[in-house]
């Protein structure tokens, strides 16, 4: 299996997630273009791909849904009240909606030999999921925009390959910076944004012996660096019973305005 981060950060999010036969991506919160241009660094075209998961109906992870739509007509998979959010917003325009297929949390489908599954997760919208996806004894999970975890979500990322764990904010920055009281308390909140510890506290649950990547995704452009993400993160991972150095995990900041490398699982 394969997963590269195309975008993630607050401003706008996508990740490809493939096989050998299966290319598919999770949330397309970035322009056609961007999305594009990171999938043709690795030889693949936007026609290759099979399927879009889609997180929640928030415009930084479906900024590009109605363009794609039209110009290729990829089917998308979402929950029934995220579908009538994204079919009811104008600003992606007009486009068919027969696109979409309704899918439910725990419940798995497959899109070409790649085995889906959607999570549940806390978020201010109407039916957020967090997705993994498997190829045969191989897992990537994508979690991000959530404002807490429990021992449900843990174990459905338990046993993971890879990785895309939010790690959205420092509180301190949050808190000293200039966002209104109302949005500093709805990032707090626990239908926000995990912070750096938070983020680290629910990787150190997901560690295992095989992990081949993980990547702290959804950064704050506003609220949070990307090295104190990766040093609050490492600190958080101190103790675990694989490893004392996080390399050996692979742990790495996915950028907010490029693409990542491909990883490999």
Request: aromatic residues 6%; hydrophobic residues 35%; charged residues 20%.
């Given at each position: 299996?394969?997963?590269?981060?195309?975008?993630?950060?607050?401003?706008?999010?996508?990740?490809?997630?493939?096989?050998?036969?299966?290319?598919?991506?999770?949330?397309?919160?970035?322009?056609?273009?961007?999305i594009a241009e990171g999938l043709s660094e690795e030889g693949i075209a936007m026609s290759d791909i099979s399927g879009i998961l889609i997180t929640h109906e928030h415009i930084d992870h479906v900024r590009a849904l109605g363009v794609i739509a039209r110009a290729y007509g990829i089917r998308m998979y979402a929950t029934e009240d995220t579908v009538h959010e994204i079919a009811s917003m104008k600003q992606l325009g007009v486009f068919d909606t027969s696109l979409f297929t309704p899918i439910a949390p725990d419940r798995t489908f497959s899109i070409g030999d790649?085995?889906?599954?959607?999570?549940?997760?806390?978020?201010?919208?109407?039916?957020?999921?967090?997705?993994?996806?498997?190829?045969?004894?191989?897992?990537?999970?994508?979690a991000t925009d959530m404002g807490d975890y429990d021992d449900y979500l843990v174990s459905c990322l338990m046993d993971s390959d890879a990785m895309v764990i939010e790690s959205n904010h420092d509180v301190r920055m949050l808190e000293a910076g200039p966002y209104p009281y109302q949005l500093k308390q709805r990032i707090l909140g626990k239908r926000g944004h995990l912070s750096n510890e938070a983020g680290g506290r629910l990787i150190k649950r997901l560690l295992n012996s095989h992990i081949k990547a993980i990547r702290l995704g959804h950064l704050s452009g506003e609220n949070n660096l990307p090295e104190l993400a990766y040093e609050t993160v490492k600190q958080e991972l101190a103790g675990n019973p694989f490893s004392d150095d996080v390399r050996d995990f692979h742990l790495e900041v996915a950028p907010r305005d490029r693409a990542g490398d491909m990883i490999t699982v």
């Open positions: 299996m394969y997963m590269k981060t195309i975008a993630s950060g607050s401003s706008g999010n996508c990740t490809y997630i493939g096989s050998e036969k299966t290319a598919i991506l999770v949330d397309a919160g970035v322009s056609k273009k961007r790649l085995k889906v599954k959607a999570h549940s997760i806390w978020h201010d919208a109407v039916d957020p999921v967090c997705y993994t996806v498997s190829a045969g004894d191989k897992k990537i999970s994508v």
